[in-house]
Nanobody
Framework: QVQLVESGGGLVQPGGSLRLSCTAS????????MGWHRQAPGKQRELVAG???????NYADSVKGRFTISRDNAKNTLYLQMNSLKPENTAVYYC??????????WGQGTQVTVSS
């Protein structure tokens, strides 16, 4: 089983930046793919950015050019650098991992609020 812990959320003004981190523990070596999702109030959870099994990256159209996903395999940590933040980016951001057993794990989420 994989455990995920997110950090780095907070309150930021429009146009500002934040970097989210997600550290995996447990059977981290079994992880095939990882990504960041978000859920805004009253909306469904959606994919923001992710690494596929092949290692390629994909982004939601709304964040392309502003958000960058990266990872440090030695630290079992996934990052999401978010620049030029907008109020509509306000949401709880969740880290997700898919293991080789095809089990999906979620972190507890970290709140990102973009407001002046």
């Amino acid at each position: 089983q994989v455990q995920l812990v997110e950090s780095g959320g907070g309150l930021v003004q429009p146009g500002g930046s934040l970097r989210l981190s997600c550290t995996a523990s447990g059977r981290a070596s079994s992880i095939l793919a990882m990504g960041w999702h978000r859920q805004a109030p009253g909306k469904q959870r959606e994919l923001v950015a992710g690494f596929s099994r092949a290692g390629s990256t994909n982004y939601a159209d709304s964040v392309k050019g502003r958000f960058t996903i990266s990872r440090d395999n030695a630290k079992n940590t996934l990052y999401l650098q978010m620049n030029s933040l907008k109020p509509e980016n306000t949401a709880v951001y969740y880290c997700n991992a898919l293991s080789s057993q095809l089990a999906s794990s979620w972190g507890q989420g970290t709140q990102v609020t973009v407001s002046s």
